[in-house]
């Protein structure tokens, strides 16, 4: 389990190489085995960035694989709406608000998102340990299908027009 999923962990390989069309993941200081033989953890402390930490995590309840899938869920949400529900809100309400979401408020954590994602979320919710990976890739194999963006081999677009990186660059240093 990687215990820290967010978007600063994500990175993609390095240009002009082997790996330069591929998505990493890193930052493995929070990390824990969940295969094979290990103790159990007990009382987990709070870990990983608060936007995007899972609910169970702030019960202090141990982390387990579906943790993950789900602050990955919350990465998603942000991608597809620029933000998450409760980035402007206080530390102390994120977990009341994430509780919130997760039932008569889910509209919000759905909206802007493909209908796909519901289920995802309700994979997550159901489970109390793993979820189904293969069935979460199925779901969104289909839904890219269905959206006509089976074009996963193409290249990026900053591949495909260098500008865009340095647009990118001016838009962070705030120039225009």
Not at 5 to 18: A, K, L, T, Y
């Given at each position: 389990?990687?215990?820290?999923?967010?978007?600063?962990?994500?990175?993609?390989?390095?240009?002009?190489?082997?790996?330069?069309d591929?998505?990493?993941?890193?930052?493995?200081?929070?990390?824990?085995?969940?295969?094979?033989?290990?103790?159990?953890?007990?009382?987990?402390?709070?870990v990983?960035?608060?936007?995007?930490?899972?609910?169970?995590?702030?019960?202090?309840?141990?982390?387990?694989?579906?943790?993950?899938?789900?602050?990955?869920?919350?990465?998603?949400?942000?991608?597809?709406?620029?933000?998450?529900?409760?980035?402007?809100?206080?530390?102390?309400?994120?977990?009341?608000?994430?509780?919130?979401?997760?039932?008569?408020?889910?509209?919000?954590?759905?909206?802007?998102?493909?209908?796909?994602?519901?289920?995802?979320?309700?994979?997550?919710?159901?489970?109390?340990?793993?979820?189904?990976?293969?069935?979460?890739?199925?779901?969104?194999?289909?839904?890219?299908?269905?959206?006509?963006?089976?074009?996963?081999?193409?290249?990026?677009?900053?591949?495909?027009?260098?500008?865009?990186?340095?647009?990118?660059?001016?838009?962070?240093?705030?120039?225009?």
């Open positions: 389990m990687h215990r820290n999923i967010n978007p600063s962990n994500f990175v993609v390989g390095q240009p002009h190489s082997d790996f330069d591929q998505i990493f993941i890193m930052d493995f200081g929070l990390a824990r085995r969940c295969r094979g033989k290990s103790r159990p953890f007990g009382a987990c402390p709070i990983g960035a608060d936007a995007y930490r899972p609910i169970s995590n702030y019960s202090r309840v141990e982390y387990q694989p579906k943790d993950d899938i789900e602050s990955w869920f919350y990465m998603c949400h942000e991608f597809f709406n620029g933000n998450l529900p409760w980035d402007k809100l206080p530390h102390t309400s994120t977990v009341d608000f994430k509780i919130h979401c997760r039932s008569l408020g889910r509209d919000l954590l759905l909206s802007n998102m493909p209908v796909t994602f519901d289920e995802i979320l309700e994979g997550i919710d159901s489970s109390k340990t793993n979820v189904d990976y293969y069935r979460i890739s199925a779901l969104l194999k289909a839904e890219l299908a269905k959206l006509s963006l089976e074009q996963l081999n193409e290249p990026f677009s900053w591949k495909k027009d260098p500008r865009i990186v340095y647009r990118a660059y001016k838009i962070e240093q705030g120039w225009k």
